[in-house]
């Protein structure tokens, strides 16, 4: 197959690329180094030609604005769609979050808009859940520097990036079903927690704060709702041999 990756060299999307590779398939990255730029359209639909499959993982910088969030991935995956449409791809996977129908809002309602906007478009799509990554408290920890690390009350299962990765390409070799089953980490965790092992294992001191974040987006964090379902898949790499692992690279 030939496979398209938008936001094919971010934090899960290089090992997408890799995984793709590995499986035998043609990739073609999208991104504006390579050209290509998903909020403008520009050099989609000649990118994309005779490719089988579109992966979109492309991402925002973590943001609390709903409407901000919104923009982003609706302008994206309706950029995406049409220039899919143009050049006959015959199937487009989307990476979104476990757990996420009920908290529509902040980042999560740009996630949801764009599930809406993918369900309602023109190419044979599946979506595909994933739980937060393990990357993800290495990310709100480098937000705020200082002694103290603010960390919004989340209970999740965080899984590994590359297993997410090597899950999306299943599914783009599937064909298109709609709702591809969730993926989430084999453990229980909660942010904080992670959080402070990870700083732990890094040598770095400062004291991690769990902080309960108010209204319907603090609420969903702290629910469990983001931990999945009873019949999600579960990946194998808990967050600790990741941390041991060369995917986590020391702050």
Avoid: C
Avoid at 7 to 14: A, H, I, Y
Avoid at 94 to 103: A, E, F, M, N, Y
Wanted: hydrophobic residues 45%; proline residues 4%.
């Amino acid at each position: 197959m030939r496979i398209a990756i938008a936001g094919g060299s971010g934090t899960v999307g290089r090992h997408v690329t890799q995984s793709a590779r590995d499986a035998g398939h043609d990739v073609v990255v999208l991104s504006r180094a390579n050209g290509t730029d998903v909020l403008t359209g520009e050099g989609l639909t000649d990118a994309l030609a005779g490719a089988d499959a579109v992966i979109d993982v492309t991402n925002l910088s973590t943001t609390l604005s709903a409407k901000k969030s919104r923009s982003f991935f609706e302008t994206a995956a309706h950029h995406l769609l049409t220039a899919e449409q143009r050049a006959g791809i015959g199937h487009h996977v989307v990476l979104s979050i476990v757990g996420i129908d009920d908290i529509d809002t902040s980042y999560y309602a740009g996630k949801l808009a764009q599930e809406r906007a993918v369900g309602a478009g023109p190419v044979p799509f599946t979506i595909a859940r994933a739980g937060q990554f393990h990357e993800f408290a290495g990310q709100i920890l480098s937000l705020v520097g200082g002694p103290f690390a603010p960390m919004p009350r989340t209970l999740m299962r965080p899984v590994a990036a590359r297993e997410v990765a090597a899950h999306l390409v299943r599914v783009a070799e599937a064909g298109a079903v709609g709702r591809a089953p969730d993926l989430v980490g084999p453990r229980d965790e909660t942010l904080a927690d992670v959080a402070r092992r990870q700083l732990a294992f890094d040598g770095i001191r400062r004291r991690v704060l769990d902080i309960r974040l108010p209204g319907a987006y603090g609420k969903g964090l702290a629910s469990g709702v983001l931990r999945g379902g009873p019949d999600a898949l579960q990946g194998e790499i808990t967050f600790d041999e990741w941390l041991r692992s060369a995917d986590h690279v020391r702050a």
